[in-house]
């Protein structure tokens, strides 16, 4: 197989986003790459979310497709949710303790789904139970159906773990995690290192442990031939294995981020979260503040005042609370202050989607904020990519005395990815123009020098405003001044274009003289690579172009794609509505986009409906819209 | 840097002052020259922040680091500031629009922190930058001459909910009694905390009402022998609280100026802080080492220790 595919489906909290982390943890130490997503709504309790995961033994994955080899429910409404997406000859592990629910009585379940299942049911004669449905599965399916009595496991938890009744439900979640770990043969040492990360020691360790073995031993009773990932290939050696939101806070503290604000906002926070929790590292020598202030307003002007003292500061907020820090960047931009935005793009526009993905914010991100002033937009298509990425923006921030927008992927923030351990003494840390003792005569915005002369507050005396000023940043309106002004501080988006090469600023994967090639960004990357290895085996030549930085933009590199194959054959690939990045490519060089493959949906892209996609287009099509994804 | 001996004129920057003659504004730029002087205070070491108004402007004419930001926001800049660098010492002048209309939400946020910093607010009734339109400090029924009718909005009381916010030191000045003024903003910064002070400031082009003789008929300074602000047990506290707001609504014939409330006993946020991150105070964000030849001061080995939830050996 090389590679499992896998959902794990309950209700919000009950502790899939632990199972996610302990499964993701044990496959990566017996060598298996792994990205997991997670889906969920905006609720805190009850409501369907899922856990949607490859692994693989021939790379670290950063697609997701369908079919999946294996559905795990802790409920009735998972397989009712998700039964249709499990491939033939694929397994489906449920309670049968269930098997009398009906999916009519589900209340958590949203009516259009409800509708699209009555038409399923009628049209294949199934009565609407999950017990019938298991039937219809196993018999006509050909699914290996692992009917489990989670009554009878968290019984047989109690006797042999001596756990007590009412806290055996909170095992439900690692039924799940003890059958897949079972059924595809995970070393038991892999498990229990996944479970010590994520429990450390103690009773709920113990108990977890036990039960794996309790369902191991349940799954003998099943006579099906097991799936198989195989021996991994992957080279030995150290991995990360974090969300996004995790490798971009790591980034920040090796990145020198030592004063970050942040106001509450899915999918942003928990990167706040995680700073925090390394808050200390400095020991009695040092801090990292993390702020929580009362909106984004506070939490883009408080970093920027931080800025000013020489702190590297950032904020991490999405839509809604950028849409707050607009005001607060112009000041920025005005008074050459470095200041990091990562921005987690999430469903839009207002609340919009607030828990799904979504990559519909990017010309917010370009041309947010009254006024004329430069910027840097960096988008980062996988967890590899956010880490350097947010070195990067830490550095160009500094050196260019301005304010950098890093935009990460919903998809991205929150799933589970394993990458080789980076090389961090690669980490730079560039300050740019720096003065020290300027003395008397210091001036913040001197003319004489394209980047200012930067002194912190507290070493030397300044003047800051966000009105037009002159040199010593007090206010000034004088026509010439303005012009001299607005020049210096315009010019450095020359002096960006040209220290930024073009290689910085795309990338280009798969066939060399391709015949078409995908246009995209962000999280789509993953998914686009690894839809051009089954082109290839399809004998379509095709090839990625994946823009890392929309200012500056790759222009040039995007005007020679094309020229090579012709504005016929570029596709872009995007999850928005409009085809934003398209509109860009079209501002920059002038080549409109004709193919567009668009996704709206706030799930992301799933490689078989993006090939699917491309065969489309490829037969004719000018665009098409997905929608695969529960 | 070696504090110079400097006057009050050399607290005065050189940048031509634009004020409206005979503005209550003049009156606090005084005050705080004395003030800086008499404090000795070293100008790269003093952050004057501003918002958006004609008070806005005070962070130009102070020979200090001036700051001025935007419409409502001085006190989320002055506290990134303070946060990062918490040897400054930071002045935030800002209009009654400023921190009472747009920007209110800080205000009280501030005042939950106690961080420690002072707050001038130029009380003026009006938004006076823009020509004359209602403050959150004008009362409901006044119609100060730009208004075509009558204020149908009612006022905030400014000393009421910076007590009742968090503030921990609390008082009232006026423009034109420059001395009480350079001597309430003296004890501000002494305060150890967050410190607020509503300076009652005349607009003469706008406010017609609030004018200096409406204020010099009215105002009387709190004398210490019957009035005591003061908390000196964490069981006075409620008290002296509620003694601050019932004073704060003496408002109509007679207007007390001076400290109405000053708690010494409640931590700053800098503490607070340094309790829970053992190197802040000594190793504040700004003063942090974090590059060594252009390289981060973090080593593979470390990166390892200090993340190894994340990490997992095959
Ligand atoms: C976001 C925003 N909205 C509106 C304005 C316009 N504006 C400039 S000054 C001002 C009011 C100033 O009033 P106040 O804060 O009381 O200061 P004063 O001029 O009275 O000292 C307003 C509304 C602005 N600069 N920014
Ligand atoms: S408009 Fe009022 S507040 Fe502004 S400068 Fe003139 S008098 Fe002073
Ligand atoms: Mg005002």
């Given at each position: 197989?090389g590679?499992?595919?896998?959902?794990?489906?309950?209700?919000q909290?009950g502790?899939?986003e632990?199972t996610?982390?302990?499964?993701?943890?044990?496959?990566?130490?017996?060598?298996?790459?792994?990205?997991?997503?997670?889906?969920?709504?905006?609720?805190?309790?009850g409501?369907?979310?899922?856990?949607?995961?490859?692994v693989?033994?021939?790379?670290?994955?950063?697609?997701?497709?369908?079919?999946?080899?294996?559905v795990?429910?802790?409920?009735?409404?998972?397989?009712?949710?998700?039964?249709?997406?499990?491939?033939r000859g694929?397994?489906?592990?449920y309670?049968?303790?269930?098997?009398?629910?009906?999916?009519?009585?589900?209340?958590?379940?949203?009516?259009?789904?409800?509708?699209?299942?009555?038409?399923?049911?009628?049209?294949?004669?199934?009565?609407?139970?999950?017990?019938?449905?298991?039937?219809?599965?196993?018999e006509?399916?050909?699914?290996?159906?692992?009917?489990?009595?989670?009554?009878?496991?968290?019984?047989?938890?109690?006797?042999?773990?001596?756990?007590?009744?009412?806290?055996?439900?909170?095992?439900?979640?690692?039924?799940?995690?003890?059958?897949?770990?079972?059924?595809?043969?995970?070393?038991?040492?892999?498990?229990?290192?996944?479970?010590?990360?994520?429990?450390?020691?103690?009773?709920?360790?113990?108990?977890?442990?036990?039960?794996?073995?309790i369902?191991?031993r349940?799954?003998?009773?099943?006579?099906?031939?097991?799936?198989?990932?195989?021996?991994?290939?992957?080279?030995?050696?150290?991995?990360?294995?974090?969300?996004?939101?995790?490798?971009?806070?790591m980034a920040?503290?090796?990145?020198?981020?030592?004063?970050?604000?942040?106001?509450?906002?899915?999918?942003?926070?928990?990167?706040?979260?995680?700073?925090?929790?390394?808050?200390?590292?400095?020991?009695d020598?040092?801090?990292?503040?993390?702020?929580q202030?009362?909106?984004?307003?506070?939490?883009?002007?408080?970093?920027?005042?931080?800025?000013?003292?020489?702190t590297?500061?950032?904020?991490a907020?999405?839509?809604?609370?950028?849409?707050?820090?607009?005001?607060?960047?112009?000041?920025?931009?005005?008074?050459?202050?470095?200041?990091?935005?990562?921005?987690?793009?999430?469903?839009?526009?207002?609340?919009?989607?607030?828990?799904?993905?979504?990559?519909?914010?990017?010309?917010?991100?370009?041309?947010?904020?009254?006024?004329?002033?430069?910027?840097?937009?960096?988008?980062?298509?996988?967890?590899?990519?956010?880490?350097?990425?947010?070195?990067?923006?830490?550095n160009?921030?500094?050196?260019f005395?301005?304010?950098?927008?890093?935009?990460?992927?919903?998809?991205?923030?929150?799933?589970?990815?394993?990458?080789?351990?980076?090389?961090?003494?690669?980490?730079?840390?560039?300050?740019?123009?720096?003065?020290?003792?300027?003395?008397?005569?210091?001036?913040?915005?001197?003319?004489?020098?394209?980047?200012?002369?930067?002194?912190?507050?507290?070493?030397?005396?300044?003047?800051y405003?966000?009105?037009?000023?002159?040199?010593?940043?007090?206010?000034?309106?004088?026509?010439?001044?303005?012009?001299?002004?607005?020049?210096k501080?315009?010019?450095?988006?020359?002096?960006?274009?040209?220290?930024?090469?073009?290689?910085?600023?795309?990338?280009?994967?798969?066939?060399k003289?391709?015949?078409?090639?995908?246009?995209?960004?962000?999280?789509?990357?993953?998914?686009a690579?690894?839809?051009?290895?089954?082109?290839?085996?399809?004998?379509?030549?095709?090839?990625?172009?994946h823009?890392?930085?929309?200012?500056?933009?790759?222009?040039?590199?995007?005007?020679?794609?094309?020229?090579?194959?012709?504005?016929?054959?570029?596709?872009?690939?995007?999850c928005?509505?409009?085809?934003?990045?398209?509109?860009?490519?079209?501002?920059?060089?002038?080549?409109?986009?004709?193919?567009?493959?668009?996704?709206?949906?706030?799930?992301?892209?799933?490689?078989?409906?993006?090939?699917?996609?491309?065969?489309?287009?490829?037969?004719?099509?000018?665009?098409?819209?997905?929608?695969?994804?529960? | 840097m070696?504090?110079?001996?400097?006057?009050?004129?050399?607290?005065?920057?050189?940048?031509?002052?634009?004020?409206?003659?005979?503005?209550?504004?003049?009156?606090?730029?005084?005050?705080?020259?004395?003030?800086?002087?008499?404090?000795?205070?070293?100008?790269?070491?003093?952050v004057v922040?501003?918002?958006?108004?004609?008070?806005?402007?005070?962070?130009?004419?102070?020979?200090?680091?001036?700051?001025?930001?935007?419409?409502?926001?001085?006190?989320?800049?002055?506290?990134?500031?303070?946060?990062?660098?918490?040897?400054?010492?930071?002045?935030?002048?800002?209009?009654?629009?400023?921190?009472?209309?747009?920007?209110?939400?800080?205000?009280?946020?501030?005042?939950?922190?106690?961080?420690?910093?002072?707050?001038?607010m130029?009380?003026?009734?009006?938004?006076?930058?823009?020509?004359?339109?209602?403050?959150?400090?004008?009362?409901?029924?006044?119609?100060p001459?730009?208004?075509?009718?009558?204020?149908?909005q009612?006022?905030v009381?400014?000393?009421a909910?910076?007590?009742?916010?968090?503030?921990?030191?609390?008082?009232?000045?006026?423009?034109?009694?420059?001395?009480?003024?350079?001597?309430t903003?003296?004890?501000?910064?002494?305060?150890k905390?967050?410190?607020?002070?509503?300076?009652?400031?005349?607009?003469?082009?706008?406010?017609?009402?609030?004018?200096?003789?409406?204020?010099?008929?009215?105002?009387?300074?709190?004398?210490?022998?019957?009035?005591n602000?003061?908390?000196?047990?964490?069981n006075?506290?409620?008290?002296?609280?509620?003694?601050?707001?019932?004073?704060?609504?003496?408002?109509?014939?007679?207007?007390?100026?001076?400290?109405?409330y000053?708690?010494?006993?409640?931590?700053?946020?800098?503490?607070?802080?340094?309790?829970?991150?053992?190197?802040?105070?000594d190793?504040?964000?700004?003063?942090?080492?974090?590059?060594?030849?252009?390289?981060?001061?973090?080593?593979?080995?470390?990166f390892?220790?200090i993340f190894?939830?994340?990490?997992?050996?095959?």
């Amino acid at each position: 197989m090389g590679e499992l595919r896998y959902i794990l489906g309950g209700p919000q909290g009950g502790g899939l986003e632990t199972t996610s982390e302990v499964l993701s943890w044990s496959f990566a130490k017996s060598g298996y790459g792994i990205l997991s997503d997670r889906e969920y709504f905006s609720n805190i309790k009850g409501r369907h979310s899922y856990v949607h995961a490859t692994v693989s033994g021939a790379e670290n994955p950063f697609h997701l497709s369908y079919p999946v080899d294996l559905v795990g429910a802790m409920d009735a409404e998972t397989v009712f949710t998700h039964f249709q997406e499990i491939d033939r000859g694929g397994y489906l592990i449920y309670n049968k303790d269930e098997d009398n629910a009906k999916y009519g009585s589900i209340l958590s379940m949203e009516p259009e789904l409800k509708t699209r299942l009555n038409e399923f049911f009628k049209a294949n004669g199934i009565g609407g139970t999950l017990g019938e449905l298991s039937t219809y599965l196993s018999e006509r399916r050909q699914i290996n159906v692992v009917a489990l009595s989670y009554s009878s496991l968290l019984r047989a938890l109690q006797q042999e773990a001596s756990v007590i009744a009412a806290q055996a439900s909170r095992y439900v979640s690692s039924i799940l995690i003890g059958s897949i770990a079972s059924l595809v043969g995970l070393e038991s040492s892999s498990l229990a290192f996944g479970l010590k990360k994520r429990f450390r020691s103690g009773e709920i360790l113990k108990h977890n442990m036990i039960f794996s073995e309790i369902i191991a031993r349940q799954l003998q009773a099943f006579s099906y031939k097991r799936p198989s990932l195989g021996k991994s290939s992957l080279s030995r050696g150290k991995m990360v294995v974090a969300s996004g939101n995790d490798f971009v806070a790591m980034a920040k503290l090796m990145g020198g981020v030592r004063f970050q604000s942040y106001y509450p906002i899915t999918p942003a926070a928990d990167e706040s979260f995680t700073l925090e929790k390394y808050e200390k590292v400095g020991g009695d020598r040092g801090s990292i503040v993390v702020f929580q202030t009362e909106d984004e307003i506070a939490a883009v002007t408080s970093a920027i005042g931080a800025s000013l003292t020489g702190t590297r500061s950032a904020s991490a907020t999405s839509g809604p609370g950028f849409d707050l820090m607009t005001e607060g960047l112009g000041w920025a931009g005005i008074n050459e202050t470095p200041i990091l935005v990562t921005y987690y793009q999430r469903g839009g526009p207002s609340t919009g989607q607030p828990t799904r993905g979504g990559q519909s914010d990017l010309l917010s991100s370009v041309f947010a904020s009254h006024g004329e002033f430069p910027r840097i937009v960096l988008s980062s298509g996988d967890h590899s990519e956010a880490f350097w990425d947010t070195v990067d923006a830490l550095n160009y921030a500094e050196m260019f005395q301005t304010p950098v927008i890093h935009l990460v992927d919903k998809f991205l923030a929150n799933s589970i990815a394993s990458i080789p351990l980076p090389d961090v003494s690669k980490i730079e840390v560039r300050r740019g123009n720096l003065v020290k003792n300027g003395g008397d005569g210091y001036q913040r915005f001197d003319f004489t020098s394209s980047i200012s002369p930067r002194a912190f507050i507290g070493d030397e005396r300044m003047w800051y405003t966000g009105d037009e000023h002159n040199e010593n940043g007090h206010i000034d309106e004088d026509s010439e001044n303005r012009i001299k002004m607005m020049t210096k501080r315009m010019d450095k988006m020359n002096l960006i274009e040209e220290s930024i090469p073009e290689e910085r600023r795309h990338a280009l994967y798969g066939d060399k003289d391709p015949e078409i090639v995908l246009l995209g960004w962000g999280f789509v990357k993953g998914v686009a690579i690894k839809a051009l290895e089954q082109l290839r085996n399809e004998g379509i030549k095709a090839s990625y172009f994946h823009i890392r930085t929309f200012v500056p933009f790759p222009k040039k590199s995007v005007e020679s794609i094309f020229e090579d194959v012709g504005p016929e054959n570029v596709v872009d690939v995007e999850c928005n509505y409009e085809g934003q990045a398209g509109i860009l490519v079209r501002l920059n060089t002038g080549h409109e986009l004709r193919k567009h493959v668009v996704k709206f949906t706030g799930r992301p892209i799933y490689l078989s409906e993006l090939v699917e996609a491309i065969r489309r287009v490829l037969s004719g099509s000018s665009k098409e819209v997905l929608n695969l994804g529960a | 840097m070696e504090p110079r001996e400097l006057t009050a004129a050399n607290y005065r920057t050189d940048v031509w002052n634009d004020w409206c003659p005979g503005c209550g504004n003049f009156g606090i730029v005084a005050a705080m020259y004395q003030a800086l002087a008499e404090m000795k205070t070293d100008p790269a070491e003093t952050v004057v922040i501003s918002g958006i108004g004609c008070s806005g402007k005070t962070a130009h004419f102070v020979n200090t680091t001036g700051v001025h930001t935007l419409h409502g926001r001085p006190l989320p800049f002055a506290q990134g500031i303070k946060l990062s660098n918490p040897s400054l010492n930071v002045l935030v002048n800002a209009g009654d629009g400023d921190l009472l209309g747009i920007g209110l939400g800080h205000f009280v946020a501030l005042g939950r922190r106690n961080i420690d910093l002072v707050v001038m607010m130029h009380d003026n009734t009006v938004y006076a930058l823009t020509k004359g339109q209602a403050a959150p400090t004008l009362h409901r029924g006044e119609k100060p001459k730009a208004l075509n009718e009558p204020n149908i909005q009612d006022s905030v009381n400014p000393i009421a909910l910076a007590v009742t916010s968090g503030y921990t030191f609390v008082a009232r000045s006026y423009s034109s009694r420059i001395n009480h003024l350079k001597e309430t903003i003296k004890q501000a910064v002494r305060h150890k905390g967050s410190a607020f002070i509503d300076i009652l400031q005349p607009c003469v082009t706008f406010d017609d009402i609030h004018t200096y003789d409406y204020y010099n008929k009215r105002v009387y300074e709190l004398k210490t022998d019957d009035w005591n602000p003061t908390v000196n047990d964490e069981n006075e506290a409620q008290e002296k609280i509620m003694q601050a707001i019932a004073k704060s609504f003496e408002l109509d014939d007679k207007i007390p100026l001076g400290v109405f409330y000053e708690n010494t006993l409640i931590p700053t946020f800098e503490e607070r802080l340094g309790e829970k991150l053992p190197g802040y105070l000594d190793g504040p964000p700004s003063r942090e080492e974090i590059e060594r030849y252009g390289k981060t001061i973090v080593d593979g080995d470390k990166f390892g220790e200090i993340f190894s939830q994340f990490i997992v050996e095959y």
